[in-house]
């Protein structure tokens, strides 16, 4: 079983809009502090201001 470490610069993420699945690529960690991230989506995506994402690692050919 694999163990699950930091989130890496040019990891690859899947991010849920709503419906909307989307890939995305890590492109900064840290910034004001160590947990927040910054990616770049892979294509546009649309949704409103506050509405809630989920983002999901691929681990052991999964994505959780």
Do not use: Y
């Not at 694999?2 to 690859?12: L, N, P, S």
């Not at 690529?25 to 201001?49: A, H, R, W, Y």
């Amino acid at each position: 079983m694999e163990t699950v470490g930091e989130i890496r610069k040019h990891e690859t993420l899947l991010v849920n809009v709503g419906s909307t699945a989307v890939g995305a690529k890590v492109i900064n960690i840290g910034g004001v502090n160590k947990d927040q991230i910054q990616f770049e989506l892979m294509n546009p995506v649309c949704s409103e201001i506050g509405e809630k994402i989920a983002i999901s690692r691929r681990i052991e050919k999964s994505w959780r």
